[in-house]
């Protein structure tokens, strides 16, 4: 989205050319108020008609306030004293006020700095990627979703090697932030208003950068929010994330929701855990069923088993019997996964030798990884 504040007579000449989601406020004031109410914001055009010492302070103000908001101002006349101050108040572009390519190709190029400060990738417009989603389910709480979502996003980005994007699906009670130590300034609530025409720029402006290569959206955070999210914009999201990064890898609630099904729809990849008691793995039997009852692929499923070796009574084969499909990952159970929580860092980046960071590396090398031409071909993804 952009803000143009400029009052209502020119802006109705300038809010074409800025294409997408453009709103218009009269005063640098009203200005300030869009960008209170809207911590996603990247983009302010400052019109001819609005003082340029009013401007000037509004953007030095903003430079320290919020850094990854750009401002391009509009003038009449371009001469060197204004480009000097504008330079000086850091103001991103000055752009004469009736040269629309112009401004066009200013604001590109500030949505461009705005993702280098955020530090989140904005793709350019020439380059679509095939990335695959990864869907984590369980339909039994606490069997390690989030654990291994957050592990398995920051394993497949290597350092920044690849891009990944964790999106945070359980809505009500997500805990991705947490796991990542990031601070929940953009969730997927603030993609509301791009509902129906959620493009790569907008998707890009709700994610939070949270390591070299790993990106999240993050979960809402103030109740009740959860409960404003439509399916469509998961659907319209993880149909537009996938030409962005890599790989997406979703975390999900443990419960069949619509905003699953919508995941599950746009996944190649269905990743179910269970944890060897008896609660879980029925629960896992029951989802079994139900995806085949829905008619999803086998091959795109993978069961991970995780705290493997907890002595709990029940033998490899008791567990296979529910199973009745082959387990590609067993997770053992470590207290330094929980202490990788507390310190908000995944235990693949804390301790990669240990045995749940390598159990969790193996699965991904050998069952999530695809080689680039193989992930080209299956860029059309599983619909029922
Ligand atoms: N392999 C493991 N060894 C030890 N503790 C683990 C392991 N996997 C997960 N845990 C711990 O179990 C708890 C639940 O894990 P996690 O939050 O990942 O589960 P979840 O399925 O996402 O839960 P929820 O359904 O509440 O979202 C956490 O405290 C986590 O640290
Ligand atoms: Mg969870």
């Known amino acids: 989205m952009t803000i143009l504040c400029e009052p209502a007579a020119r802006a109705g000449q300038l809010s074409p050319a800025l294409g997408g989601d453009v709103r218009a406020a009269g005063t640098l004031a009203e200005t ?101 989603v990864i869907t984590v389910f369980a339909a039994k709480g606490g069997c390690g979703k989030t ?116 995941a599950m729809d746009s996944s190649h990849h269905h990743v179910l855990l269970t944890t060897p008691d008896v609660p879980a793995l029925k629960n896992l039997r029951v989802t079994l069923d139900m995806l085949d009852l829905l008619s999803y692929a086998h091959d795109i499923r993978s069961v991970v088993l995780n705290r493997s070796d907890a002595k709990v009574g029940l033998s490899m084969d008791d567990i296979d019997r529910v199973v009745r499909s082959d387990i590609r990952a067993h997770v053992p159970s470590s207290r330094d996964v929980p202490i990788s929580v507390n310190k908000g860092n995944p235990i693949v980046l804390d301790l990669p030798k240990h045995p749940v960071s390598e159990a969790i590396a193996r699965f991904a090398r050998e069952h999530v990884l695809v080689e680039p031409a193989v992930a080209a071909a299956k860029s059309k993804r599983w619909f029922r």
């Open 147 to 262: 654990t291994l979502a957050v592990n398995l996003a920051a394993v497949l980005a290597a350092g920044g090697e690849r891009s990944v994007c964790l999106v945070d699906l359980d809505l009500s009670f997500g805990d991705v932030g947490i796991c990542l130590r990031a601070e929940p300034i953009r969730t997927i609530v603030h993609g509301l208003g791009m509902l129906g025409h959620v493009d790569a720029a907008g998707a890009s402006s709700l994610l939070t950068a949270c390591r070299p290569g790993l990106s999240a959206l993050l979960a809402p955070v103030e109740p009740g929010d959860a409960e404003r999210i439509p399916a469509g914009l998961v659907s319209e999201l993880l149909a537009v994330l996938p030409s962005m990064f890599d790989y997406v890898v979703v975390d999900t609630p443990s419960a069949f929701s619509e905003h699953v099904l919508a």
């Open 32 to 132: 300030r108020r869009l960008l209170a109410s809207d911590p996603v914001e990247s983009l302010v055009v400052v019109g001819a008609s609005i003082d340029l010492d009013e401007a000037l302070t509004f953007t030095s103000a903003l430079r320290l306030q919020r850094p990854a908001v750009g401002v391009v101002l509009l003038r009449d006349v371009l001469d060197v004293v204004v480009l000097t101050r504008a330079l000086r108040a850091g103001v991103r572009e000055v752009v004469a006020q009736d040269d629309l390519a112009a401004l066009v190709d200013a604001c590109a190029r500030s949505r461009q700095l705005s993702a280098q400060v955020t530090g989140v990738p904005q793709p350019r417009p020439d380059e679509r990627r095939n990335g695959q």
